[in-house]
C-alpha cells in the first residue's frame, strides 16, 4: 500500500517502480464546480448506467458462458452407471 489512510487505498505497482504513478490513472474531478440541472443530471446518469450493462454484459457475462467440446452436453456420470477408466500411462495390454 502507498499510503497509511484506508480511504485511500491502492496498491504498489510495478508502473510506480518505472514512472512513479499507476499507467491508468482516473482523473480528479471536482463535480461541485458544475451546475448542472435535474433533467441534464438524470439523462447523464442514465448514459453511465446504459454504459455500465453494456460493458458488464459484453465483458463479464461472455466469461460466464460455458462451451462444451461437442455439440451437445454429455451427463456426468451418476453413482451406479458404468464406466470406462483408462489410465494414459499404461501400455494398451494392460
Given at each position: 500500500m502507498l499510503n497509511n489512510d484506508p480511504e485511500e487505498a491502492s496498491p504498489l505497482t510495478p508502473s510506480h517502480v518505472l514512472i512513479g504513478e499507476p499507467l491508468v490513472t482516473v482523473p480528479e474531478i471536482n463535480y461541485t464546480e458544475y451546475k448542472m440541472g435535474s433533467l441534464k443530471r438524470w439523462q447523464y446518469n442514465q448514459a453511465m448506467l446504459q454504459n455500465f450493462w453494456r460493458r458488464w454484459s459484453n465483458e463479464?457475462?461472455?466469461?460466464?458462458?460455458?462451451?462444451?467440446?461437442?455439440?451437445?452436453?454429455?451427463?456426468e456420470p451418476k453413482i451406479g452407471d458404468l464406466?470406462?477408466?483408462?489410465?494414459?500411462?499404461?501400455?494398451p495390454t494392460k
Open positions: 463479464y457475462l461472455t466469461h460466464l458462458v460455458q462451451r462444451y467440446k461437442w455439440a451437445h452436453k454429455v451427463p464406466v470406462l477408466v483408462k489410465e494414459n500411462d499404461l501400455p
